[in-house]
């Protein structure tokens, strides 16, 4: 990043190094994190596997075991069921790691997509300023004052009523929790571009007749990137949790395309003679939230050790 | 005074917004009569005129508006009475639960940061951040159904002595019973506290962790002073400063929270009221609860603001 700048704002080669030695540094105070390395083997792990579900021999995972199955959830073990079946007879490691692909995508789009809009509007705000940053932050008010859960589920609840349950879909379940949830991110974002505006670097840009366009994107937003990863991290493990929520609820990616959040919706009744069905889908969710929370932790410290 | 006068602009905005949203809705308001085969579009025009649905939006929302400045949120059709009072029946079950899940979160939440901080990074702290880090991560749901697992559906025999909690409702029987009660209510308040126990924990440290490196710290314990008094009498009091907007600033987050929690435990709460809506779109019972969890976070916001004013006198609004 710091190596495109330089033509143009014809900047000493010197910044270059510095850059260079900072970033041995965050690498190395990343290492020294041990919890936060951890967490990022089990999500590598996890992401492998999800990714990497067709080549594993798994079984369908929305088949029914037609030879076994007689009503009630198969123990693990029998029949070649690893961790055994659901409610419905269907191999539960296999909707597992489909359930995994479907929850970790979801995550990852909505979060790209609540960073892209955080990023803009706290950009413009911070940049700006004047009316432009009071209009824009009222708007962030407005949608931080809304408690994000109940009014995901009423937009979920919407769509549901407008034809069907069906009609949530992946897309609409990214785009509804990824459209309601940038207001942190344009806080940071805004917070980060107030202060840099100031600085003589962005003065010069402007001075040497950059577009506000090319200064935003090109000049300060490199350097208000830290605590965006931080957050994007952090955003992951809470869209992770929403989405399940959501899907626990009823409310979020439909049967039969397992999700970590829906494969628990029918869990509960018959917790008494199938506690597996209930246990390993939530182990997955708390085993990768908490691997991303330690991740997120972990970059914090290393990207900005003065961040808390 | 200017934040309070601030707050009323937003949330107007917010209401505005709202009513917008749930104006989308196909049916609007009268989506439960639409599913209903006795009821005719002909029927559905009346009804539209009655309401006034075939005005324009704009129009409806002063309409609505004028309304619940004088304290009428509208009809709830799924529960055949007014939101106003669907919602003030449910508010005692509901502040129980919260109530409860406070207390817990906030003492052993505070207890456990201090226990932290005054030795860190030894064994118990990292025990303690370890256990903030896990509350933090879990999924609520889930842990609902891991304690009714664990305590409800076979029980669990510890030191000779069998405990079996009811896994669902607020009561047994009809009347009222104190023990009865805490039975039911202690999977729920446990289940609910969890993320607040963990959050205010981690923050408490933190929080203490900066008042012990100060140099007032340092003189108290020059003069002579005991430990325990200074932890508690210097430290504690500068340190919950910051917490006490912490914690004003999640309890709306313990309302809406509840919402999972409620439906898993089967707590005749506002939680549970507003699940239910979902699935049949009651439009003004909805709106009327997203209102006033809106209403609440923006109180707190400010309530928030002054009480870190009022305890730390550095801090100056205009």
Same mark, same amino acid.
């Given at each position: 990043m ?7 704002a014809?900047?000493p ?6 850059f ?14 041990r919890?936060a390395l +951890? *967490?990022?083997? /089990? %999500?590598?792990t996890v ?6 579900? &067709?080549?594993l021999? !798994? ?6 075991d037609?030879?076994?199955?007689l009503?009630d ?9 690893f ?9 539960l490691?296999?909707?597992?790691v489909?359930g995994?692909?479907?929850?970790l ?5 909505a ?6 809009i ?11 300023g004047?009316w ?6 009222r708007l962030?008010?407005?949608?931080l004052?809304?408690p994000?859960?109940p009014?995901?589920?009423v937009?979920t609840?919407?769509v ?7 009609? +949530? *879909?992946?897309? /609409? %379940? ?5 459209g309601l949830s940038?207001? &942190?991110?344009?806080? !940071?974002?805004?917070?980060s571009?107030l ?9 010069a ?10 200064i935003?994107?090109?000049h300060?937003?490199?350097n ?10 952090l ?18 990616i439909?049967?039969p395309?397992a999700?970590?959040g ?5 869990a ?11 246990v390993?889908?939530?182990l ?11 991740l ?8 900005d050790?003065?961040?808390? | ?7 009323i602009?937003l949330l107007?905005?917010i209401?505005i917004i ?14 439960p009569?639409l599913?209903n085969?006795?009821i005719?579009?002909?029927d559905i025009?009346?009804?539209?005129h ?6 324009p939006?704009w ?11 004088q304290?009428d ?8 009475e007014?939101v106003?009072?669907?919602?003030v ?8 639960l ?23 990074y030894t ?6 951040t ?5 509350g933090q991560s879990?999924?609520?749901f889930?842990f609902?159904?891991?304690?009714q697992?664990?305590?409800a ?9 069998h ?8 009561s ?12 039911h ?8 506290s969890l ?9 408490t ?12 710290m340092?003189t108290?314990?020059a ?20 917490v006490v ?12 929270g509840?919402?999972?929690?409620e ?9 549970r009221?507003?699940y ?5 779109f ?12 809106s ?5 707190f916001n400010?309530?928030a603001d ?13």
């Amino acid at each position: 990043m710091a190596m495109t700048t330089v033509p143009q704002a014809n900047l000493p080669i010197v910044l270059d190094e510095d850059f260079q030695l900072e970033r041995h540094g965050v690498w190395k105070r990343f290492r020294r994190h041990r919890l936060a390395l +951890l *967490g990022a083997i /089990v %999500i590598i792990t996890v992401t492998l596997i999800a990714i990497l579900a &067709p080549l594993l021999h !798994l079984q369908d995972p929305n088949a029914i075991d037609q030879v076994h199955w007689l009503g009630d959830p198969l123990a693990p073990g029998i029949a070649g069921h690893f961790l055994g079946t659901d409610e419905n007879g269907r191999d539960l490691l296999a909707r597992l790691v489909y359930g995994a692909q479907i929850s970790l995508t979801v995550a990852l789009f909505a979060v790209i997509m609540e960073l892209t809009i955080g990023t803009v509007i706290g950009a413009i705000a911070g940049y700006y300023g004047g009316w432009i940053d009071y209009a824009l932050m009222r708007l962030t008010d407005v949608f931080l004052s809304i408690p994000l859960l109940p009014l995901l589920l009423v937009l979920t609840a919407i769509v549901a009523a407008s034809s069907n349950k069906a009609a +949530l *879909g992946f897309w /609409v %379940i990214v785009v509804i929790i990824g459209g309601l949830s940038w207001p &942190p991110v344009a806080r !940071l974002v805004r917070a980060s571009f107030l202060s840099l505006r100031e600085k003589e670097f962005c003065e010069a840009a402007r001075a040497i007749g950059n577009r506000d366009g090319r200064i935003i994107f090109r000049h300060l937003l490199p350097n208000a990137v830290a605590p965006i990863i931080v957050q994007g991290t952090l955003e992951v493990a809470n869209v992770i949790i929403l989405e399940s929520t959501l899907s626990f609820l009823g409310f979020g990616i439909q049967p039969p395309t397992a999700s970590w959040g829906n494969m628990l919706a029918n869990a509960e009744s018959n917790m008494a003679i199938a506690p597996w069905v209930a246990v390993f889908p939530g182990l997955c969710i708390l085993i990768t939230v908490l691997a991303i929370n330690y991740l997120g932790d972990g970059a914090r410290d290393a990207l900005d050790p003065k961040m808390k | 005074m200017r934040r309070t006068l601030e707050a009323i602009p937003l949330l107007l905005l917010i209401s505005i917004i709202l009513f917008t949203i749930l104006h989308n809705a196909p049916g609007g308001p009268l989506a439960p009569y639409l599913q209903n085969p006795h009821i005719t579009q002909a029927d559905i025009t009346r009804l539209e005129h009655n309401f006034g649905l075939d005005r324009p939006v704009w129009m409806q929302y002063l309409g609505w508006l004028s309304k619940v400045v004088q304290g009428d949120l509208g009809y709830s059709t799924s529960n055949s009475e007014t939101v106003v009072a669907a919602i003030v029946e449910r508010m005692p079950a509901t502040f129980l639960l919260m109530g409860s899940a406070f207390f817990i979160s906030l003492f052993i939440g505070v207890a456990f940061g201090i226990i932290a901080a005054i030795r860190p990074y030894t064994t118990v702290d990292y025990a303690v951040t370890t256990f903030a880090f896990f509350g933090q991560s879990m999924p609520v749901f889930w842990f609902a159904l891991m304690m009714q697992l664990a305590f409800a559906v076979n029980g669990v025999t510890a030191f000779g002595y069998h405990i079996a909690l009811p896994s669902a409702g607020i009561s047994s029987m009809d009347e009222f019973n104190v023990g009865d009660r805490l039975q039911h209510l202690i999977l729920p308040a446990l289940v609910l506290s969890l993320l607040y126990l963990a959050t205010w924990s981690r923050f408490t440290r933190s929080s203490m962790l900066e008042v012990v490196r100060t140099d007032y710290m340092r003189t108290a314990a020059a003069k002579g002073l005991g430990q325990g008094y200074i932890i508690f009498h210097h430290g504690l009091k500068n340190a919950l400063i910051p917490v006490v907007t912490i914690v004003a600033l999640s309890l709306p987050g313990l309302v809406a929270g509840a919402i999972v929690t409620e439906s898993i435990f089967a707590w005749p709460g506002m939680g549970r009221l507003f699940y239910n809506a979902l699935g049949v779109f009651d439009f003004s019972l909805l709106m009327g609860y997203l209102m006033m969890v809106s209403l609440l976070v923006v109180f707190f916001n400010l309530l928030a603001d002054v009480a870190y004013a009022w305890l730390d006198p550095r801090v100056k609004y205009d």
